[in-house]
């Protein structure tokens, strides 16, 4: 009897070789042979998951875009929450900033990916959705901050939200170039949250927070 085989397990694990040889050599040692080598998977296995280069990067950009998100869900939902919307709003900047030591190599693959995205529509639109995903994530925790007063009722939740992706994204690459550390990375964004909350006589008691937006994940 034929041996069955799962593509979408084959599929995964063709994407985590792709993310393993960028970590290690960059987007240009991404070929198909090499993969394959490092998936431990004949040429002809790649080829019949993936028509082309292009579709296995494509499938691996998609992967790690989604890792991203459920990672940001994953801090929220820890055991623990409810907690203050500060607390999750610290929590989430981290796991997006990808300024960890454990976090680097995945830091050079989603670098790496952003600049090829530039020549590349169909990387494009899959960063621009997981963006809009982000950015919707981080609506909802100001918005939320803003509910328990944690946050200044004058703040903008759009405007500050994407604000703070922003200086997450550019953190990762000066984190990953040497420009700042990871300690004085993640104090930055620190210092950025902390001047979004009221005078001190205005704060108040945070409340038990609301459900997270599915479409964060």
């Excluded at 296995?45 to 998100?69: P, Y």
């Excluded at 200086?167 to 984190?175: D, H, K, P, S």
Aim: include cysteine; hydrophobic fraction near 45%.
């Amino acid at each position: 009897m034929p041996k069955q085989v799962d593509y979408e397990d084959r599929r995964r694990r063709i994407a985590e070789a792709v993310r393993t040889l960028i970590a290690r050599s960059g987007m240009e040692a991404v070929s198909l042979r090499d993969v394959a080598a490092e998936a431990s998977v004949s040429m002809g296995a790649v080829q019949r998951c993936f028509r082309t280069k292009d579709e296995m990067l494509l499938f691996a950009l998609e992967d790690i875009s989604a890792r991203v998100g459920e990672r940001a869900r994953a801090r929220i939902e820890a055991s623990g929450t409810p907690r203050s919307a500060a607390t999750l709003l610290d929590r989430t900047l981290s796991a997006l900033a990808l300024v960890e030591p454990q976090d680097r190599a995945e830091a050079q693959v989603w670098g790496a990916f952003v600049a090829h995205a530039a020549v590349s529509e169909p990387l494009a639109a899959v960063l621009r959705e997981t963006y809009a995903k982000l950015h919707e994530l981080l609506v909802w925790l100001l918005d939320y901050g803003m509910s328990t007063g944690e946050f200044h009722a004058s703040l903008n939740p759009t405007a500050e939200a994407r604000a703070l992706l922003a200086m997450a994204e550019g953190l990762t690459g000066q984190v990953l170039v040497g420009h700042q550390t990871p300690e004085s990375a993640t104090g930055a964004l620190r210092r950025y949250a902390a001047g979004l909350g009221p005078p001190p006589e205005l704060e108040s008691e945070p409340v038990s927070s609301p459900s997270v937006p599915r479409s964060a994940g």
